[in-house]
């Protein structure tokens, strides 16, 4: 019923519109949904379920977050980590917002293929910024988008500060990574790396390794199911990578 319904209104009003007017038009939507049985870190709505998508994410029918958002929210506030220059690669709309909202805070969202809500068009191999720029940069389901990640993790490397941190996220297989460079049609990547656009799969030691041999201290955040998943809509088992510089 979800999709039907975002299919039928994208078909007579413009995304632009509907991004900038998003949450007036969820307002209404959401209300069906309202309850006390569960709770969206993010719109800090309270709602009876979440909206079970066809991948069995579960998505906020208020603003419209996915469980990685609110994980990675509630991630970056009990860090204490939003402040200072922040990046961020092809941000939700939901974060998009809330980032908005800090007044003291550097927000520098970008998305280089512009299917986002973002303030700039940065190249992630070649970030148009000086460097040792950023506190805190959020590469979230970017990499395996990015034939030359390795060059994009040198970038990333280079516009962090010496006590900056990175949250990185790709989805994960077991064992090695998997790429071949030889699949570009979307119909084989979709077959092959589980999406149209995606050049690899990443394994957790793949990624670590990658980042790791680029200069970075790689530090894993493993989460697992807990009472607090059902009530805040979250998915476990999850992993975050957290890169440092040496």
């Not at 906020?60 to 958002?69: A, K, V, Y």
């Not at 988008?145 to 390795?150: A, M, S």
Request: with cysteine.
């Amino acid at each position: 019923m979800y999709k039907l319904i975002k299919k039928s209104i994208k078909t007579i009003i413009p995304d632009i519109f509907l991004f900038k007017n998003e949450l007036f038009f969820r307002s209404f939507y959401g209300l069906f949904f309202l309850g006390n049985k569960n709770k969206c870190n993010i719109c800090n709505k309270k709602i009876r379920r979440f909206i079970r998508l066809k991948n069995k994410d579960l998505l906020c029918p208020f603003c419209g977050s996915l469980s990685r958002n609110r994980r990675l929210w509630k991630l970056l506030i009990d860090e204490k980590k939003i402040k200072g220059n922040l990046l961020h690669f092809s941000p939700s709309r939901s974060l998009y917002r809330n980032f908005k909202k800090y007044r003291d805070l550097n927000y520098f969202s970008t998305d280089f293929e512009n299917q986002f809500l973002a303030d700039y068009q940065f190249d992630i191999t070649k970030i148009d910024q000086p460097a040792n720029k950023f506190d805190t940069i959020i590469c979230y389901h970017i990499l395996e988008h990015i034939i030359d990640d390795i060059t994009a993790m040198s970038e990333l490397y280079r516009v962090l500060k010496p006590n900056g941190v990175i949250y990185i996220q790709t989805p994960f297989k077991e064992g090695e990574i998997y790429e071949d460079y030889s699949i570009t049609s979307a119909k084989e990547r979709l077959n092959h790396f589980g999406q149209q656009d995606h050049v690899r799969i990443y394994s957790v030691n793949g990624l670590k390794m990658r980042l790791e041999k680029t200069g970075f201290k790689i530090s894993s955040i493993n989460f697992k199911k807990n009472n607090e998943d059902f009530f805040f809509g979250l998915k476990s088992p999850e992993t975050v990578l957290t890169a440092t510089p040496l």
